[in-house]
């Protein structure tokens, strides 16, 4: 069984920044994208980046240039480096893991609260 882990939401005043992690634990397939996704309050929940097991790399238009997204796969750990945080930035930030060459199994963190001030 696959389990993600988010650490590192936290409060945050605008301008500042934010280092969210997701560990995954279990058995997961060669061929996997994970991405960070959010949900902000009577918001749908929206990707903002992801990264696949080739390290390339897809970022929604708002974070593009402010957000950057990585993996270490020997920790089997995945980063969101958030920068120039905005308060429209506030969401619950969310781990995603999609694992399989053929069949493809879905899996979400619990999330983490990431709030800026304005």
């Known amino acids: 069984q696959v389990q993600l882990v988010e650490s590192g939401g936290g409060l945050v005043q605008g301008g500042g920044s934010l280092r969210l992690s997701c560990a995954a634990s279990?058995?997961?397939?060669?061929?996997?994208?994970i991405g960070w996704y959010r949900q902000a309050p009577g918001k749908q929940r929206e990707l903002v980046a992801s990264i696949g097991n080739r390290g390339n790399t897809n970022y929604a238009d708002p974070v593009k240039g402010r957000f950057t997204i990585s993996r270490d796969n020997a920790k089997n750990t995945v980063y969101l480096q958030m920068n120039s945080l905005k308060p429209e930035d506030t969401a619950v930030y969310y781990c995603?893991?999609?694992?399989?060459?053929?069949?493809?199994?879905?899996?979400w963190g619990q999330g983490t609260q990431v709030t800026v001030s304005s």
């Open positions: 279990g058995s997961t397939s060669s061929c996997n994208v």
């Open positions: 995603n893991l999609r694992s399989g060459c053929i069949y493809v199994s879905e899996y």
